[in-house]
């Protein structure tokens, strides 16, 4: 069974462009996550969808960032415009379900170079 | 605010070794505690998930034990080998405005020599 997919794994840009990165989740989970882990860091959640509904978007900076799942599946979250300080990992990831119960299961994530 | 707590941030240890890895967290009202293992430029791997009303897990060489009350875990490695080398992350579900997402450690960052 593939895992979930993100891409790209790598972006350089220059400050102020914009940039997206797509995830896939495995097939079946109805709960999708995006996570920012900074050098030295733990995840941190930035957008949780359950379905195609997002349930928890408090920590994302909703004046330059943005995240979609259309028809439940796949996702994209886009930041515009990008700034120095977004350099980071932004990690995918999905569950079966109910969040509190189920494992979560990681992408490779993907690192932006905000230059 | 939950609030979680790995140490020691960086270990290394011959191979052969038996270790252990620290994790402890502010608000006891969790429901589980992940432990999740981070190779270089890669993703998260799960390693053991413990609900809140367990007492431990195991794994093959892995053994993880939660003290909810006293808000601590424990990843136990044994017979450590070069292969574990990696970045080993614990994270909790709930507690202290989490609102039931996973709140990470900053993780230790795991050595064995050959």
């Known amino acids: 069974e593939a895992g979930v997919v993100q891409s790209p794994r790598y972006k350089i840009i220059e400050k102020k462009q914009p940039v997206a990165f797509w995830c896939n989740p495995i097939?079946?989970?109805?709960?999708l996550y995006w996570y920012l882990q900074n050098l030295g860091q733990g995840p941190e959640l930035l957008i949780r969808y359950e379905n195609e509904e997002a349930v928890d978007d408090s920590q994302l900076p909703k004046d330059r960032f943005s995240a979609e799942r259309l028809k439940g599946v796949d996702s994209t979250l886009k930041i515009q415009p990008a700034e120095l300080g977004d350099s980071a990992v932004y990690l995918c990831?999905?569950?079966?379900?109910?969040?509190?119960?189920?494992?979560?299961?990681f992408g490779p994530g993907t690192r932006l170079l905000v230059l | 605010k939950q609030e979680v707590t790995q140490i020691p941030a960086a270990l290394s240890v011959p191979e052969g070794e038996n270790l252990v890895l620290n994790c402890s967290f502010t608000d006891s009202a969790i429901y589980n505690l992940q432990w999740f293992r981070q190779d270089p430029g890669k993703g998260l791997t799960s390693l053991l998930l413990?609900?809140?009303?367990?007492r431990e897990q195991t794994s093959g060489r892995l053994n993880a034990s939660l003290d909810k009350s006293s808000g601590r875990s424990t990843l136990y490695i044994a017979a450590s080998q070069p292969g574990d080398s990696a970045t080993y992350l614990c994270a909790v579900t709930g507690g202290g405005g989490s609102q039931g997402n996973l709140i990470f450690g900053k993780g230790t960052k795991l050595s064995v020599k050959p």
């Open positions: 990831a999905s569950s079966l379900g109910r969040q509190n119960q189920e494992t979560q299961y």
């Open positions: 097939s079946g989970h109805n709960t």
């Open positions: 413990i609900q809140s009303s367990q």
